[in-house]
């Protein structure tokens, strides 16, 4: 009897364990800026979040080169992978491809891949970095957004076709990598469905132990693209997820833009999919951090839906809210999760894409984006997309309307997170009542910015389309001047200046720049 109680304590012992285990072996942040301090303080939150693996990027490292240009960029990133390790952390680097390629292999500045002794350089470049930087534990290569793309054929010439330019070069890499004992991933970040179907033919030509990290949507940060097409979609191969909690698109961190809801939508979505090993979460950008802010619960969310395949965004919210404000949560609550939507409405026009990166974009900006960025390139099958894009770029009054009352809408929501705050304010300390007050008070002028933002230009391209309607002429300057007093309100705030969303620099810009337009 004594032996059969044993083993049963023995089995609920191990599905208490692997009820625990979280449901991914890979779960990474990532670091933009080479900020030792901020970087060394946050390697030792990771293990609160269960957080194995951190990702160094953008501002601290985005070529190979950059390791043995002279600076001491080198020896701070061995730092921080000597800091990362003993927090028990695997540490990757970022790499672009092709940069700095010698002069013997570029002609006319184009590349020319198919030049005797091309790909062994590429190799002898691997090798350096492995041997000299034995501290990190893996290389993520990326294609785009370098100094010559594999796929551009105005920067690259070879015989290759475009899915074999792909496989030469993370075959490549990825042989430097095995001989070191390295963890290999490549990126499938690019921008066209086109450039995206090159890679999934040439990635399905290498081996099968080359990781790939797929965006949770195509192309970039919009949370009203469909789920990235490339998710699952290889046989026997390992993939990681990568999620932005930088809010790059969104505000920066410096306004709430709280979303459980959509990582939660958006991973139970990837793990229904064959191969999703793991997600990278994206921590800042351009400086500007995650933590210790409202936007943490996004960090918070995706450790608990990772470690709890049950949970919901209603469980995180309740979770988040109690841990950190109390007796204040329910309010708070109501006060931070309708900022998604108010930063979507606000940002977007309609689902389309004019912000550029969280500033206030100018009027050449949001033109070209509403047809390079549009909806309908990754939904094809639904016209209506393809409609509403026309339409956007040619609007009749009646979708100037449409836009106004969605910014309406914004402000109205944004207002009354204001007053949930107020709600609270008795159950909060004097400095997280400040410290949420001034971010949703910057919430709410920023969906001001943005509905007269619209209104100056897309009542503009009413105006262009020539369609009559009596003292819109009026309405555009009116906005604009309006824009013009808001930016002299961010010249006096010393939190605003020149930081986004709302700076001066981007509103005077696009007033000064629309009404030399008008007066054209």
Not at 19 to 36: C, D, I, S, T
Not at 291 to 307: D, G, K, Q, S, W
Not at 362 to 373: N, P, T, V
Request: charged share 25%; net charge negative; glycine share 4%.
């Amino acid at each position: 009897m004594a032996d059969k109680f044993k083993c049963v304590l023995l089995l609920l012992t191990a599905c208490k364990f692997l009820q625990a285990a979280p449901l991914v072996p890979y779960r990474a942040w990532q670091f933009h800026k080479l900020n030792m301090p901020y970087v060394s303080a946050t390697l030792k939150l990771a293990r609160r979040y269960d957080v194995n693996t951190v990702v160094f990027s953008h501002d601290m490292i985005g070529f190979a080169s950059q390791l043995f240009d002279g600076s001491e960029r080198g020896e701070k990133l061995r730092q921080l992978a000597r800091e990362a390790h003993a927090q028990n952390l695997r540490v990757w680097i970022w790499v672009h491809e092709f940069e700095g390629v010698p002069d013997r292999f570029v002609e006319n500045k184009v590349v020319q891949l198919d030049r005797a002794g091309f790909w062994e350089w590429l190799a002898g470049r691997y090798e350096e970095l492995f041997t000299k930087y034995p501290e990190f534990d893996g290389l993520m290569l990326t294609f785009h957004e370098t100094q010559y793309k594999v796929f551009d054929l105005r920067q690259v010439n070879s015989k290759l076709s475009m899915p074999d330019r792909f496989a030469r070069m993370i075959n490549t890499i990825d042989a430097v990598a095995a001989r070191h004992g390295k963890d290999f991933i490549v990126r499938s970040f690019l921008y066209e469905p086109r450039e995206m179907q090159w890679f999934r033919q040439g990635y399905e030509k290498t081996d099968h132990h080359v990781i790939i990290q797929t965006k949770c949507e195509p192309h970039d940060w919009d949370p009203f693209y469909p789920n990235n097409p490339l998710i699952g979609g290889f046989t026997n191969r390992r993939q990681i997820v990568e999620f932005d909690g930088s809010a790059e698109f969104t505000g920066k961190n410096r306004i709430p833009y709280t979303q459980p809801e959509y990582f939660e939508r958006r991973w139970r979505y990837d793990l229904s999919k064959a191969g999703v090993v793991g997600y990278n979460l994206r921590l800042d950008h351009g400086g500007y951090d995650a933590l210790h802010t409202p936007n943490e619960i996004n960090i918070y969310a995706m450790y608990r839906f990772t470690e709890d395949p049950a949970l919901h965004g209603d469980d995180v919210w309740r979770e988040w809210t109690r841990k950190h404000y109390a007796e204040a949560a329910p309010e708070i609550e109501r006060a931070l999760r309708p900022t998604f939507d108010v930063v979507n409405q606000s940002f977007f026009a309609l689902e389309f894409w004019v912000t550029s990166h969280s500033r206030l974009p100018d009027f050449d900006y949001a033109d070209d984006h509403l047809r390079s960025r549009t909806m309908a390139k990754w939904y094809p099958e639904e016209p209506r997309y393809k409609q509403l894009e026309d339409r956007l770029i040619a609007p009749d009054p009646e979708l100037l309307e449409q836009i106004l009352a969605e910014k309406d809408h914004a402000i109205a929501t944004a207002q009354l997170c204001l007053q949930h705050l107020e709600n609270a304010r008795k159950d909060l300390t004097s400095a997280q009542y400040d410290d949420l007050f001034w971010r949703l008070a910057l919430l709410e002028r920023t969906a001001i910015i943005w509905k007269l933002h619209a209104e100056a230009f897309f009542g503009y391209k009413v105006l262009e389309a020539a369609h009559p309607i009596f003292g819109l002429r009026e309405r555009v300057e009116r906005a604009l001047t309006a824009l013009d007093e808001q930016a002299n309100v961010s010249a006096a705030n010393p939190r605003i200046g020149t930081d986004p969303p709302a700076s001066v620099q981007e509103m005077r810009h696009f007033t000064t720049d629309l009404r030399k337009r008008l007066a054209q």
